[in-house]
């Protein structure tokens, strides 16, 4: 994804850049991705997903490949 008027790539996207980026509708995107939003601030306006984040998760689709683990997983190893 690049900024509007500009050739900086964006590294952080807003729910909705997210779900495109995804290719999926917001409702899809909201019920099948683990990846959390970073809080920039107060409320839902500022928050924003990390390209990087959403890659990562993507790529543990793949077959063969373990799942990104969340928070919940992580605290059932300890």
């Known amino acids: 994804m690049r900024a509007a008027n500009d050739n900086i790539p964006l590294r952080l996207l807003t729910k909705s850049q ?6 999926l509708s917001l409702p899809s995107f909201n019920s099948v991705c683990p ?3 970073i809080a ?14 959403v890659d990562a998760w ?5 077959p063969g490949e ?3 683990r969340t928070a919940d997983s992580l605290l059932d190893a300890l």
């Open 18 to 23: 997210a779900a495109a980026y995804c290719g």
């Open 35 to 37: 990846v959390r939003a």
């Open 40 to 53: 920039l601030g107060v409320g839902v306006r500022m928050e924003r997903y990390d390209i990087r984040d």
């Open 58 to 62: 993507i790529d543990s689709l793949r």
């Open 66 to 68: 373990a799942p990104l």
